[in-house]
């Protein structure tokens, strides 16, 4: 695939349009539906943007937190599937040791989690409304 672009060009025929004189009054123009949509949307995109702006720093701070973490996690994954395939036997030892400490994340992170959803649910049906 090449790195250049090559966009077609096509002249198209304008038509001037008459010139409308001046006055020193505005002209009120109704606006139609599909425009007042349009501009709900703009709104809405526009405190969207303005949320995100300021959650962006405290989801960064996340990411930067929840690192470490994950890569220790990725690597006890690895070696355990490592493992795994060397020795069979060690595949369900390792489910026994680790049952208890998946069922303790689970404990811990359900109620964030459901907390997170009934928000998102609540967040939904207030914008709905």
């Known amino acids: 695939m ?17 010139p409308v004189e001046k006055t020193e009054r505005w002209i009120a123009v109704p606006i139609t539906p599909e425009e007042h949509a349009a501009a709900a ?9 303005i949320a995100l702006f300021l959650a962006a720093p405290f ?4 990411y930067a937190v929840a690192m470490p973490f994950v890569a220790l996690g990725m690597i006890a994954w690895f070696g355990a599937k490592a ?4 020795v069979p036997a060690t595949k369900f030892i390792a489910l026994t040791v ?10 811990v992170v359900g109620p964030f989690v459901g907390l997170g ?3 998102w649910v609540g967040i939904k049906a207030v914008a709905h409304r």
């Open 83 to 86: 493992l795994a395939v060397k």
């Open 98 to 107: 680790a049952a208890p400490f998946i069922g303790l994340a689970t404990v």
């Open 117 to 119: 959803a009934l928000a």
């Open 41 to 49: 949307v703009r709104r809405e995109n526009k405190a969207k943007n």
């Open 2 to 18: 090449s790195a250049l672009r090559k966009y077609e060009v096509s002249e198209v025929e304008v038509q001037a349009v008459a």
């Open 59 to 62: 989801i960064a701070l996340a």
